[in-house]
């Protein structure tokens, strides 16, 4: 359990694995009433940072204010250069430099016992030499911080970074107000029980006033939907297995777009990593194509409302989208969904011609030779 919330905590920072005025509800908070979430996820990372990065002697305070600073989308690094630093350190450097620590340590054995001194030398285990200069463990640490609270930001937690920063300093002082079985118990019971009752409960409160909205109608499994185009209904799709061309932007209850095919709709970040990698049609629109059994009940069911060239928008409660596991960072259990679609085209499904039925009678195995 430690390592599977350390993971989702640093959601990347780590780059061992893999290389939302807040929406989000993320405050600086005050010391003054604990918070049981935001202290748990502080000594939740805390004591994975003791655990795997023990080798780095990390500027702490440079940690906490990238911590602080990236939550609050006020840090002095971009995200994108943050991500590129620590991809480089941790894959590259960070096993270079610790190879030459270890190198180090055993010549200064090597010459200490060739003089005739057995005392044993206990190391650190954070060495200096794993960074190369002041300036480089003061970048790296504030891009390590900056990384662990733009992931914070992202998540949608209630979050104060107060309690955050006191749980890590509390772990790195060894007096935590949490022991790690009490971290993990608590955050299993978060992400498991408490955030999926809190989503379902506001999901169903988000429902239940779109469907007063004028122009809104419900299906009998609950899906709500607004025809704004109803398109050629000669053109329509009547069987879940015919495959449908689509423009899409589908939006979380708070409004945050999670997905799109229209670069417009993209978030400010997504359009730059777009313009990095396509510079000459970064704007381009991407349709996409797929059956309508292969997609969630909610699209599967609202698509055959609305005909080709025809525009609508879904409202989707959880059990016709992603149910209690939910999708990602951004679409949490019990989480109800919003799409605008745009239906271009529909290839009606034909049923494959039957096989022939008469055996082919199998040619008889020639003789033996003699």
């Known amino acids: 359990m430690k390592k599977i919330f350390f993971a989702a905590a640093l959601a990347g920072a780590a780059m061992l694995a893999s290389c939302g005025g807040n929406k989000s509800g993320v405050q600086l908070g005050s010391l003054s009433e604990f918070d049981s979430l935001s202290y748990s996820l502080g000594a939740n990372i805390g004591y994975g940072m003791s655990y795997e990065m023990k080798d780095i002697p990390f500027d702490f305070k440079a940690v906490d204010k990238g911590v602080r600073e990236g939550a609050l989308g006020k840090a002095t690094q971009e995200h994108d250069k943050s991500l590129d630093m620590l991809c480089e350190y941790f894959m590259t450097k960070r096993g270079e430099r610790a190879q030459a620590v270890a190198q180090k340590r055993a010549e200064a054995d090597s010459v200490r016992l060739a003089g005739g001194d057995t005392t044993k030398v206990e190391y650190p285990a954070a060495d200096p030499d794993m960074f190369e200069s002041e300036e480089e463990r003061t970048e790296i640490s504030y891009a390590f911080g900056n990384n662990i609270g733009y992931n914070i930001a992202q998540s949608g937690m209630p979050i104060q970074l107060v309690w955050i920063g006191e749980a890590m300093q509390n772990v790195r002082d060894n007096n935590a107000k949490m022991t790690e079985d ?15 009752a809190e989503n379902a409960e506001a999901s169903k409160a988000w429902l239940e006033k779109t469907e007063k909205k004028s122009g809104v109608k419900k299906t009998e499994s609950g899906l709500l939907y607004k025809v704004t185009d109803a398109g050629d209904a000669s053109v329509m799709p009547k069987d879940p297995r015919d495959v449908v061309k689509v423009h899409y932007t589908g939006r979380t209850r708070e409004g945050k777009v999670f997905d799109t095919s229209k670069f417009a709709n993209r978030s400010k970040e997504q359009q730059e990593m777009i313009k990095k990698q396509r510079p000459d049609d970064f704007d381009k629109d991407e349709p996409v194509e797929f059956p309508l059994n292969r997609v969630i009940p909610g699209w599967t069911e609202g698509l055959q409302l609305v005909g080709k060239g025809g525009k ?59």
């Open 182 to 196: 009490e971290v993990n118990q608590y955050l299993q019971y978060y992400f498991m029980v408490k955030r999926p």
């Open 312 to 370: 609508i928008t879904l409202w989707i409660p959880a059990d016709l989208a992603y149910g209690a596991r939910g999708a990602g960072r951004d679409i949490g259990p019990n989480e109800a969904l919003e799409f605008e679609v745009e239906l271009i085209d529909v290839t009606p499904y034909v049923e494959p011609a039957p096989a022939d039925s008469t055996a082919t009678a199998e040619k008889p195995e020639a003789a033996p030779a003699k």
